[in-house]
């Protein structure tokens, strides 16, 4: 794990961005902007999110900047749009209709600046008959037959975190769309509305599956399939400690080296006869109970075997290869994964920590050119305002 990486500044300095304060998917896609190197701007409503954390402590907020505009005030909606008049981008995760009823929606925004980006990030969309309906990461899983495919056959699939929408689904799209309008912006000078929403995020990630479930290849059912739990040597297993082995031996020759290191070298011919794999499962699950996590993880090190322990977020960045490559950070106190993907030529940094509401009202006023953002002359200067870095 490395500590307070704070040199290079990433590919997409320079970019200027206008995050409308929400939770989830939007902070997120905001803070992957901003640690690849853009000056995002974090406009925070007055009284802060409803996320519930300290805000010093929310990483999603690290390496931007913040300034506090009540939208709801007589000059608000002004102070937005003078943002948007200088920004490359403008991202926000309210319900369909609501930019628009405060007086920041896209033709808002375009009226004072035509290339800009307005990205939009939902849950729903933009259109459609839940399009103003309230829902969460599980509601949009599950409908769109993500969550049907998780958990065991029979039992109700249950509640994962919420990577695979939100994140996954929403803020990875978010990003991917506005960074395309983005590039059709300096070529056009035309901006555009990115409509991300994450039902479509989600839907789009699970386009393999849908090809093999049209081969044939795949059963509409979980635990039946080579990639959900119902293949033997695709899933995890319990240790005699109470941890867990995760086992991704899926072709032939890693396949042999995990029995042979299991010592099941009967099984060998196991792996393509599924009429064998409930007595592979049994006999994989019974070997795997006679040692602890860290005596197979010793088993299988040095293997291409394809079995890892499964480690707890607090596990994970002492491992010696996430270690190694410095995956995790410890930025302000506070371990948290490093920006990713990494570049040659203009590499990415943890800069500051999470940016506190406010605190940078008088540095951006003046690096935006913005100075009716000041609104508050007994305002303490950036310099000694709490910066949470």
């Not at 960045?317 to 506070?334: C, K, S, V």
């Amino acid at each position: 794990m490395t500590t307070e990486r704070t040199t290079g500044q990433g590919p997409l300095t320079g970019v200027r961005v206008v995050e409308l304060a929400g939770i989830g998917p939007g902070p997120f896609a905001g803070m992957l902007l901003a640690d690849l190197g853009a000056d995002v701007v974090r406009v925070d409503r007055p009284g802060g999110a409803s996320l519930g954390i300290d805000p010093a402590r929310d990483v999603t907020n690290r390496n931007k900047r913040s300034v506090v505009i009540d939208l709801k005030a007589p000059d608000g909606p002004a102070r937005v749009l003078d943002l948007a008049s200088r920004a490359d981008v403008l991202i926000e995760g309210n319900r369909p209709g609501v930019a628009e009823r405060l007086g920041v929606g896209p033709a808002d925004c375009h009226a004072r600046n035509p290339r800009l980006v307005y990205g939009r990030m939902t849950g729903w969309g933009q259109q459609g008959p839940l399009a103003d309906r309230a829902g969460h990461d599980v509601s949009y899983i599950a409908l769109t037959g993500a969550l049907s495919m998780i958990g065991d056959p029979g039992r109700p699939p249950p509640a994962p975190a919420n990577l695979l929408g939100d994140y996954a689904g929403g803020s990875l799209y978010l990003v991917v769309g506005v960074l395309a309008a983005l590039h059709h912006a300096r070529e056009s000078g035309v901006g555009q509305v990115v409509d991300a929403a994450i039902v479509d995020g989600v839907a789009h990630l699970s386009a393999m599956i849908h090809g093999m479930l049209a081969a044939g290849g795949w059963q509409d059912r979980r635990g039946a399939n080579l990639l959900d739990g119902g293949c033997p040597y695709y899933g995890t297993y319990e240790t005699a400690d109470g941890g867990h082995m995760a086992v991704g031996a899926l072709e032939p020759q890693f396949y042999d080296a995990f029995v042979d290191l299991l010592g099941l070298e009967d099984f060998r011919d196991a792996r393509r006869d599924w009429t064998r794999w409930g007595e592979l499962r049994e006999a994989v699950a019974a070997r795997f109970k006679t040692r602890t996590r860290a005596e197979w993880t010793t088993v299988f090190d040095g293997s291409d075997a394809c079995v890892a322990p499964v480690l707890s977020l607090r596990e994970a960045p002492r491992h010696p290869h996430l270690a190694a490559r410095g995956t995790f950070a410890d930025h302000g106190g506070i371990t948290q994964p490093a920006p990713a993907p990494r570049f040659s030529a203009t590499p990415t940094a943890l800069r500051t920590g999470p940016a506190l509401p406010g605190a940078h009202t008088r540095e951006i006023a003046r690096d935006w050119d913005i100075p009716e953002l000041v609104t508050d002359p007994e305002q303490p200067s950036p310099n000694t305002a709490s910066r949470g870095d």
